[in-house]
């Protein structure tokens, strides 16, 4: 991991994290994440103009119901810098939780059953799901093997098909995977990366918890037993949002 200083930066944050040298974080959605470890640790993305709005008021809606560190700061300059607080934990996809598959998949059951019984009346964004790449977009079986889907051409006929069955009725983080969510000795802390939350069918949330549960398990066994600790979903809505969110 790189490190920077804080040249170029907006006064109000560097009167924030004072001189310590910033360690990067980025994932991979484009965006530059940095961890300032100072006081109890604070986390500084930076986009461009305008591309951090929603995920700060997402923040800030997922926050007022114990779900995610606070937002300290949102600054919109030359570019978008949010400053969010550094939570208890580390990512679901730590090894002490992966070599323990079945009390993962109880946990991540938990936080995300927890998400999607919060009222989401105020929540004012839908979330993205990608219904127009459906006759345009590629196809990647490495995203829709997991909930045994392999044929394109069967798949976007199933997706149009069942199109009109989606809701857009429950708060939602759009990117349920493993490095998004937090747990301090496996008591979940919150969500991070929220983005792509909004209002929407809560199954794209689990079929992403499926593929990244296959993903970082390297295997898929404990699809089903995840899915008896969820407890209500719709298998057609299921794999209807998975054939969504796997074209590209």
Known sequence: MSSQDMTGFPDRIRELVGQVKLTETSGCSGAKTFFADIDDGYYIKISDIGKLKREAEMYDHFASAGLAPRVIDYISADRDYLV????NGE??????????????????AEAMNQLHS??????????ETCENLIDSGRFNTDYS???GVYDEAEARQFARDNLHLLRHDTLIHGDFCLPNVLFDDW???GFIDLGGAGLGDKHFDIFWAIWSLNFNLKTNEYRDYFLE?????????????????SFE
């Open 84 to 87: 969010t607080k550094r939570l």
């Open 91 to 108: 990512s679901a996809y730590a090894q002490k939780y992966l070599s323990d598959p079945k009390r993962l998949c109880r946990v991540m």
């Open 118 to 127: 919060i009222d989401a009346s105020s929540c004012g964004y839908v979330a």
């Open 145 to 147: 093997a997991c909930i």
């Open 187 to 189: 008591k979940f802390t």
């Open 229 to 245: 600790c969820l407890g209500d979903h719709d298998p057609i809505r299921l794999k209807l949002c998975g054939i969504i969110s």
